[in-house]
């Protein structure tokens, strides 16, 4: 009964924390079927999301800390997008009056609700690092992982290198997260790949709902590639690691586990093994 209890109360602080990326796969859905008038879907979608920016950090939901890391990964998926719709890899085929060089300006919001979501639920789950890598580690594995994103096309694709790489680097990592009172530990790997995993199912719901349309989906949709996780898994764990390192920064010391472990002796710890 209690392990039903901990999961319920689990998903619903998960939840809350999707909230922005709801609105934004609820507003897809809503423009997909219902022509508003005046503007163009995708200028809609960008009205939405702004709007929905403005009234979380208004309601509290989202700090001013946070905002300024979710414009930040607004910032590295919109540039993300250009050079990826100029090189083909997927495109927007419907007009809008904010579009750049064939990108809607809302796309950079899909990114920037994937840090939301990290935000959130870093500070709905209490989220803390147990033996993070250090700083001269993690910052050159993260620029490595985005820049392969665009060397690709010119170079050798080397994600597969950087996964083994990741594993290497994190393998001793993990995160502790609270659940009514009681902390629970994750394998920092496992956590990137179950992040991944899930936002490659919201891609598939995404392209349905014809928020961009790679190639093969020009006639009719069609289930996106399952090696496409791999791309999403590289991306959340760019997202993580720099969400991490500001948490880091902002606090100014180094996560230590022995320490926490005193602080926290009054709490029951139970290991998460997925």
Known sequence: MRALKQLTHFGWEQALSCLFPVVIFASLALTQFVQLPFLYRYDWLLLICLFMQWWMVRSGLETRDELKVITLFHIIGLALELFKVHMGSWSYPEEG??????????????????????????????????????????VPLASAIYLNFFTHHFWV???????????????????????????????????????????WIAENIATFFGAWQYPNQTEAWSLVHLGKVSSWLLLVIVSFLIVATLKQVKRNQPFDSKTYDKQTSTVKITEQKL
């Open 97 to 138: 009056f904010f579009k750049i060089l064939g990108v809607p300006l809302y796309s950079g919001f899909m990114y920037a609700s994937v840090a939301s979501y990290l935000c959130q639920a870093w500070r709905r789950l209490n989220v803390n690092l147990v033996k993070w890598p250090p700083f001269l580690a993690v």
């Open 157 to 199: 694709d080397i994600r597969w290198w950087l996964s083994a790489l990741v594993i290497i680097v994190f393998w001793k990592s993990s995160v502790t997260y609270e659940v009514n009172g009681s902390l629970y530990r994750m394998p920092l790997v496992f956590s990137f790949i179950l992040i991944g995993f899930f936002i």
